[in-house]
T-cell receptor, first 117, second 114 residues
Framework: GAGVSQSPSNKVTEKGKDVELRCDPI?????LYWYRQSLGQGLEFLIY????????KSGLPSDRFSAERTGGSVSTLTIQRTQQEDSAVYLCASSLESSLSSYNEQFFGPGTRLTVL | GNSVTQMEGPVTLSEEAFLTINCTYT??????LFWYVQYPGEGLQLLLK?????DKGSNKGFEATYRKETTSFHLEKGSVQVSDSAVYFC?????????????FGAGTRLFVKA
């Protein structure tokens, strides 16, 4: 079956512009995660959605970053007034519903490489 | 806060050599531990996991044992192949203190020469 897809695969933008990154999770996966991977760095957690619960936004680095998930499926990560330090690969992952007693494997998309000039 | 530290790469080995990639963690609770792998041109995928102390995760010839006394989860393989060339990420989730977020290490790139 289809895996997690992300679009665009590459995005080049000018400093100060807004960008939107899209994630299509695996069908039936209720949990969705966004991460950021900067050059030479590990993955940095950004935000987590599960079902209709309030998202965990604790990893968003500033108020220029926001994300939404419509209809419990597709998610959009928006970065306003982009800065050069926002340049990174943005990864989306989805999983079946997790609980405090069990962890469900996260399936990752190929990522969107964002370059802010 | 919770964190993961893994050995810096790149690691270069000849085929059939023994592999160890060190990983240590800091957590306030009792985390679950994971190794993820990213093959060239592909997305991250879960390699193995361990959810409590002394558990051993294994997959594709790779093993890692959850050592609470040393807060470590080192990845090992007895005989690497060229196809094992990839970036390996150690990670943890501490559901009781950190929710469902996963904390990743910086990754270790492995090159295996024929």
């Amino acid at each position: 079956g289809a895996g997690v897809s992300q679009s665009p695969s590459n995005k080049v933008t000018e400093k100060g512009k807004d960008v939107e990154l899209r994630c299509d999770p695996i069908s039936g996966h209720t949990a969705l995660y966004w991460y950021r991977q900067s050059l030479g760095q590990g993955l940095e957690f950004l935000i987590y959605f599960q079902g209709n619960s309030a998202p965990d936004k604790s990893g968003l680095p500033s108020d220029r970053f926001s994300a939404e998930r419509t209809g419990g499926s597709v998610s959009t990560l928006t970065i306003q007034r982009t800065q050069q330090e926002d340049s990174a690969v943005y990864l989306c992952a989805s999983s079946l519903e997790s609980s405090l007693s069990s962890y469900n494997e996260q399936f990752f998309g190929p990522g969107t490489r964002l370059t802010v000039l | 806060g919770n964190s993961v530290t893994q050995m810096e790469g790149p690691v270069t080995l000849s085929e059939e050599a023994f592999l160890t990639i060190n990983c240590t963690y800091t957590a306030t609770g009792y985390p679950s531990l994971f190794w993820y792998v990213q093959y060239p041109g592909e997305g991250l995928q879960l390699l193995l996991k361990a959810t409590k102390a002394d558990d051993k995760g294994s997959n594709k010839g790779f093993e890692a044992t959850y050592r609470k006394e040393t807060t470590s989860f080192h990845l090992e393989k007895g005989s690497v192949q060229v196809s094992d060339s990839a970036v390996y990420f150690c990670a943890l989730s501490d559901f009781n203190t950190g929710g469902f977020k996963t904390i990743f290490g910086a990754g270790t790139r492995l090159f295996v020469k024929a």
